[in-house]
Structures are given as C-alpha cells and as structure tokens.
C-alpha cells in the first residue's frame, strides 16, 4: 500500500523546516544575519562555481538586480570572489573565495543532534539517532551519496 501523494508545497515547506533545523545546529554567524534571498544567491554560487550573474539569475528566479547586489555584498563580505570570463570579457564569474571552505568546515563539523531533538519535541536519543538514520537515507537517494563536506573538513 502507498502512502498519500506529496504534493510539491508540502515537500517545500518541509525543505523550509529541514533547513531552519540545520542553521539551528550551527552557532550564529554572518550567515545567520544575512536575508535568506542572499543566502540562497550564495548557496547557488557554492553549487555552480564559476557561473555568471545571469546563471545565476535564471537559477535562482531573482531579478538581475538583486542577483548582482548580492553577489557585491557577498564580495565585500569575502565569500565570494568575481573574475572577468576569459572567453567573453563582458561577463563576470562569480565563484567562492579560497578560504571559505576553511571557515565553512567549522559549520560542517556541527551535529544536528540538539537541534533536531529540539524540533522533534524529545530528548531520546535513540528517537534522534532514527532521524538522522532516516535523513541519511534521503541524501544518500537524492545525491547518490552523503553531500561532500568542504575540503579541509575534517571525517
């Protein structure tokens, strides 16, 4: 017997929820200051390195506008970094600085146990441990494996 369909704003606003628990696991940072249409302007660069504003743009659904100030305050803020496309000089290219992986390893590193026993309402840990078994079990259908943590991440 099959469950009930998931219809597709259940299953966002499930993603919505996944992700809140997510930044919950990890202590405040910028990224928790910046507003979410930034994030995910920065997430779609982390995913698609060397994509232009206009990649990036049609990715995201933003206006070019909003695309292209994120991208600047990102700059700014030393997340991203821009260089100009050797093939077409007109177009810039919009990948993550060099040291952000170091920086997001700390964020990597973080368990979702707290936070995850606090959305579920519990403090059974075996309650938590069949969560996080049942969410590995997702990403690993959804990637094909566990999502690749930063370099210099430590196992």
């Known amino acids: ?17 996944l992700m809140k628990i ?26 698609n390195p060397d994509s232009s504003v206009s ?3 049609a990715r995201t659904g933003f206006p070019q506008s909003h695309v292209s100030a994120s991208v600047a305050r990102l700059r700014e803020d030393g997340v ?3 260089t100009a496309d050797p093939k077409d000089r007109r177009r810039t290219l919009v990948r993550q600085a060099p040291d952000v992986p170091k920086r997001a390893a700390k964020v990597a590193n973080s368990t979702v146990d707290d936070a995850l026993a606090a959305a579920l309402g519990t403090d059974d840990p075996e309650e938590v441990r069949e969560t996080v ?19 210099d991440s430590p196992p």
């Open 1 to 17: 017997m099959y469950a009930a369909p998931v219809k597709g704003l259940e299953l966002f606003l499930l993603g919505r929820r």
């Open 80 to 82: 991203l970094v821009t």
């Open 55 to 57: 990649e990036i743009t």
């Open 133 to 151: 078994e049942l969410l590995e079990k997702l990403a690993v259908r959804l990637w094909g494996t566990m999502p690749p943590l930063p370099p």
């Open 22 to 47: 997510g930044e919950r696991a990890f202590e405040p940072s910028h990224y928790h200051r910046m507003p979410a249409s930034v994030r995910t302007v920065m997430l779609d660069v982390f995913e």
